[in-house]
């Protein structure tokens, strides 16, 4: 997965806004005004953050070697994902939707 993919990825899912709320170098995703994913648009390679269920983030940091706990975010609720080929596209589709519809169905409940 390269930058292009996780954009149109992303974008493809309902309500979702993208934007640079921290400065041009860091892409963010949102749904009804949440973030649900957010990149570095110049790192040396891909990464982006992802929302998590706490004890899914933990299994997964232990399970794959390309998830780490969330850089510059809470730990307890956010991983980093270094796609590096380690897993599948379809999985890093699967920690996304995860993320999105974590975020999604806050927003519906507080609405």
Known sequence: MDIEQLRDYCLG??????????????LVFKVKGK??????????????NVKCN????EELREQYGCVLPGFHMNKKHW???IPDG???TAQLK???????D??????KTKA
Do not use: M
Not at 13 to 26: A, D, H, Q, S, Y
Not at 94 to 100: L, P, V
Not at 102 to 107: A, H, N, R, T
């Open 13 to 26: 899912k309902p309500l979702t806004e993208e934007g640079l709320p921290f400065g041009p170098n860091v």
């Open 54 to 57: 706490p004890d899914l983030a």
């Open 102 to 107: 974590l975020i999604f169905k806050s927003v």
């Open 35 to 48: 973030i649900f994913l957010l990149t570095s648009l110049d790192a040396p390679q891909l990464q982006f």
């Open 79 to 81: 991983n980093t994902i």
């Open 86 to 88: 380690s897993v599948s």
């Open 94 to 100: 699967e920690w996304i939707d995860h993320s999105y």
